[in-house]
């Protein structure tokens, strides 16, 4: 039973257009939430996160959207830029058990940013 | 400062062979994670140590697999014997004690990608 989902395996954006990059999940006791960047032969990356009292969290290009009551997602790349192309995968974790938790991770997303 | 590393990159092992994979976290990070990705699906939790001390192994498949931390610093994930099943891309995370409340972020090595034929 997939706890976080990531429903597009892929997506394809032109550059400088805004990529935006979808997230589901199940599970109630999720309060924090972490997108990964990843690309061929490297592991994911960290590149922003989100804790349940918030309902946006930016950073730069970057920005994720939560919304608790649909138990969804979103990270929001603008502009996008070819550098960009990856495969994203999001991630939650509860957060109370008093140190970085164990992740629950999507499936991912390859993104592509074409010229 | 060096990340987390991780030996060997690639591992091709037959059915019923003994494998070791071995992560160094980031000098003095207490906690350290497996995660394993099979077949391009979602990346999936193995256990945590932290220091030497096992805090959750829910996600380890089976008594084929033995993970150890002597020591408190690297760690070794054995797989013996080997299952077809077992192929995929193993990675280790680490990360720092959590304090004031805040979550801390957890750093990936490259992985070990294993492969049972």
């Known amino acids: 039973d997939q706890q976080v989902k990531q429903n597009s395996p892929s997506l394809s954006v032109q550059e400088g257009r805004i990529s935006i990059l979808n997230c589901d999940y199940t599970?109630?006791?999720?309060?924090?939430f972490l997108w990964y960047k990843k690309y061929p032969a490297e592991g994911p990356t960290f590149l922003i996160s989100?804790?349940?009292?918030?309902d946006k969290n930016e950073d730069g290009r970057f920005t994720v959207f939560l919304n608790k009551s649909a138990k969804h997602l979103s990270l929001h790349i603008v502009p996008s830029q070819p550098g960009d192309s990856a495969v994203y995968f999001c991630a939650a974790s509860p957060y109370n058990t008093g140190t970085a938790s164990k992740l629950t991770f999507g499936t991912g997303t390859r993104l592509q940013v074409t010229l | 400062e060096a990340g987390v590393t991780q030996f060997p990159s690639h591992s091709v092992i037959e059915k019923g062979q003994t494998v070791t994979l071995r992560c160094d976290p980031i000098?003095?990070?207490?906690?350290l994670y497996w995660y394993r990705r099979v077949m391009g699906k979602e990346i999936k939790f193995l256990l945590h140590?932290?220091?030497?001390?096992?805090?959750?192994e829910s996600g380890m498949p089976n008594n084929r697999f033995l993970a150890e931390r002597t020591g408190g610093t690297y760690s070794t994930l054995k797989v013996q014997p080997a299952e077809l099943e077992d192929s995929g891309v193993y990675f280790c995370a680490s990360s720092q004690d959590r304090m004031r409340g805040m979550n801390t972020e957890a750093f990936f090595g490259q992985g070990t990608r294993l492969t049972v034929v």
């Open positions: 000098s003095g990070h207490d906690n």
């Open positions: 599970n109630s006791m999720f309060d924090y």
């Open positions: 989100i804790s349940s009292i918030k």
């Open positions: 140590f932290v220091k030497e001390s096992k805090q959750d």
